[in-house]
């Protein structure tokens, strides 16, 4: 198995063969898919099968995968969530797999990998993947860590023809991570404005502008929803960028607002609600149906206690962080 980043920085690749991608990233399949039809250029014919679909139908891809057809070129055949397939039809596909064929497979198990610590990799989970990955090329697209992300930022750069510095690669993982997606339109359209620094990096500033409140208002709208996992998604990558006190204030904020409204039997106090703004003000009083009054004030007081160790001790944000979620929402 190798990694989609050491596969796609290979100058000789030829993108010829059949594939087997795994691991969790959408991007990476469709960026590793677009590079086999951009290489190629003959792929007329894409089609598209989806095992965990009941729709589509095995009979067929089987159809598919045995026509022969004089007038057409080669098709790309994509075959998604192979791990979903039961062990008599995994088997019947795999028989049906003909390597010399002029047709072009990619199989695709998009499962988060196991890691194996004795080896130091990335591992496979399904029995049925497993098997899949005896016969053809292997390809880990699970998400980097951010270490990562200076490297894919370089290969993404060389495919736009745009020239990057390091303070430019630094900033636009400060605002997104390793959000691949973000990135990568990112950069496509400062690739079509100027290659002049200054106007890339104040380009950066306006997008990360509009991406901190993006960010902010889905944080809060977790919040009301009580959606625990997104409240961690949302909070953590704000976090990163902007500081452990900038999130837990904001958050705050919004908890006690529906902690005075739920007091006040769903009665929005305007002196509680003067920092909130928009269509966030609409959610605070259905928000306190998702919230028992000791939960909030549970709540409450983990991040005022946070407050004070922020000011008096030393901490490491993100396992703070993490403490905060399980007390407050998790309950843990």
Known sequence: MIKALQFLSDKNQSFSNNYLLVGDNDFLYLFIKNQIVKKLQKKD???VFDCADKSD???QLMNVLGSQDLFSSDKLIIIKNINKLNKKNSE???????????????FIDNNFL?????SKSNTIKSSVTKEYAKVMDVVDISTPFESEMKHWIHLFANELNLKVSDTYTQKIIEI????????FNEMSKSSLVSSDEKDLLNALEKSGNIHKEKQLWELNYAICDR???A??????????QYGLSYVINSMFTLLEAIFITKKNNGTLIESSSRSIRGNLLKRISPATNNYSLDELEHAINI????????????IIDETEFTNIINGAFRHE
């Open 303 to 314: 991040f005022a206690q946070t407050d004070i160790k922020l000011k008096t001790q030393k």
């Open 231 to 240: 409240i961690f998604e949302n909070g953590l990558s704000i976090m990163k």
């Open 92 to 106: 019947l596909l795999l028989n049906s797999f003909d390597s010399d064929s002029s047709d072009q497979i990619i």
């Open 227 to 229: 959606r625990v996992d």
């Open 57 to 59: 139908s095995l009979d």
């Open 176 to 183: 997104f991570g390793n959000n691949f997606s973000e990135i």
């Open 45 to 47: 014919e894409t089609f």
């Open 114 to 118: 196991s890691y194996d610590y004795k």
